[in-house]
């Protein structure tokens, strides 16, 4: 468990999609707004002692990649979309421990004007909250 003791997170908050999912068939046609937080867990110490963002990620990279899918995506479910999501990254980055939360803004559900939301976490060897 030593190795995990050093790491830290960089958390990237609402990020704004526009994407084609949905049971719906007026989803899928249309479209729909999505935000999206996706947070790393990484050794970041060299990239803080020395400065160096080849010891961290390029998180404006983790941006254009989702929003691309975003853009590219027509599917049924957001769990699908979200394992979509997380495969695009995990290909930017490899299996480091990434944490997304993935709400659907505005489902279209009679008398409902809450949001749905699915949290996915992918190659972490700890528990975390």
């Not at 990239?47 to 599917?75: N, P, T, W």
């Amino acid at each position: 468990m030593s190795q995990f003791n050093n790491l830290s997170a960089i958390h990237i908050k609402d990020i704004n999609l526009w994407a084609h999912v949905g049971v719906l068939e007026s989803e899928r046609v249309h479209g729909q707004s999505f935000l999206l937080d996706i947070s790393f867990w990484l050794d970041l110490d060299e990239s803080s002692k020395f400065d160096q963002l080849d010891k961290s990620i390029d998180y404006s990279e983790a941006i254009k990649a989702v929003r691309k899918l975003s853009f590219e995506i027509k599917c049924l479910t957001i769990e699908y979309f979200s394992d979509q999501i997380l495969n695009v990254l995990e290909s930017l980055y490899g299996p480091v421990p990434i944490h997304i939360l993935l709400k659907k803004c505005s489902p279209p559900i009679d008398g409902f004007t809450g949001n749905v939301l699915i949290e996915k976490k992918r190659n972490f060897l700890f528990p975390i909250n």
